[in-house]
């Protein structure tokens, strides 16, 4: 097979193999929190595929190294994309946490307050039962953000870990600092 035969037939197999990869591009399918990871993913796949069908043509590896490197802008955009609204979504649930938590805090005062004015030993047994229930409550709560906060951690060095595997410690040093981040927020 001459080389321009070479090169048309693995740009078919390449347009072909990545077509719905294209498709999700196109319509912002990546844009979304793990949307990097997902769009690293399926580049690989595509990648993957394309050198058991290609791997021993003539102009396969040019083909393919065109492909990945018209794909890199795009994938830093997710990539920045992906951290932003990964922060968006974060800061809106510690919000609704810190929410929730206030909110039990107030109800824990109004019933510690209507415990002053009540006389009768039952209806103080009952608000002590109710309180301990919000009490318990809201120590799940805070374990349920530590938890979040701890997977949240574990994703973020796993990210780390494939970045300095694959040499990028730029983006290696922007996750530890955003680890570094939700450490911190653990520790509040």
Same mark, same amino acid.
């Given at each position: 097979?001459?080389?321009?035969?070479?090169?048309?037939?693995?740009?078919?197999?390449?347009?072909?193999?990545?077509?719905?990869?294209?498709?999700?591009?196109?319509?912002?399918?990546?844009?979304?929190?793990?949307?990097?990871?997902?769009?690293?993913? &399926?580049? !690989?796949? $595509?990648?993957? +595929?394309?050198?058991?069908?290609?791997? =021993? #043509?003539?102009?396969? /590896?040019?083909? %393919?190294?065109?492909?990945?490197?018209?794909?890199?802008?795009?994938?830093?955009?997710?990539?920045?994309?992906?951290?932003?609204?990964?922060?968006?979504?974060?800061?809106?649930?510690?919000?609704?946490?810190?929410?929730?938590?206030?909110?039990?805090?107030?109800?824990?005062?109004?019933?510690?307050?209507?415990?002053?004015?009540?006389?009768?030993? &039952?209806? !103080?047994? $009952?608000?002590? +039962?109710?309180?301990?229930?919000?009490? =318990? #409550?809201?120590?799940? /709560?805070?374990? %349920?953000?530590?938890?979040?906060?701890?997977?949240?951690?574990?994703?973020?060095?796993?990210?780390?870990?494939?970045?300095?595997?694959?040499?990028?410690?730029?983006?290696?040093?922007?996750?530890?600092?955003?680890?570094?981040?939700?450490?911190?927020?653990?520790?509040?």
């Amino acid at each position: 097979m001459n080389e321009q035969n070479s090169q048309e037939d693995c740009q078919a197999r390449i347009n072909d193999l990545s077509e719905g990869f294209e498709k999700q591009l196109k319509d912002g399918g990546y844009l979304h929190p793990g949307g990097h990871a997902k769009f690293k993913q &399926e580049l !690989k796949t $595509i990648e993957e +595929k394309f050198k058991e069908k290609c791997g =021993k #043509q003539v102009k396969a /590896e040019e083909v %393919l190294l065109t492909y990945l490197n018209s794909k890199e802008e795009i994938g830093a955009t997710i990539l920045v994309a992906d951290k932003t609204l990964g922060k968006v979504e974060k800061a809106k649930e510690q919000e609704e946490i810190r929410k929730r938590n206030k909110d039990m805090e107030a109800k824990i005062q109004e019933q510690k307050e209507a415990e002053e004015t009540w006389k009768l030993e &039952e209806t !103080k047994a $009952i608000l002590m +039962k109710t309180l301990s229930e919000l009490e =318990k #409550q809201m120590v799940e /709560e805070r374990k %349920l953000m530590s938890e979040k906060l701890d997977q949240a951690i574990k994703e973020k060095e796993k990210e780390r870990d494939l970045y300095k595997k694959q040499g990028l410690e730029e983006q290696a040093k922007i996750f530890q600092a955003q680890i570094d981040d939700l450490k911190k927020q653990q520790k509040k």
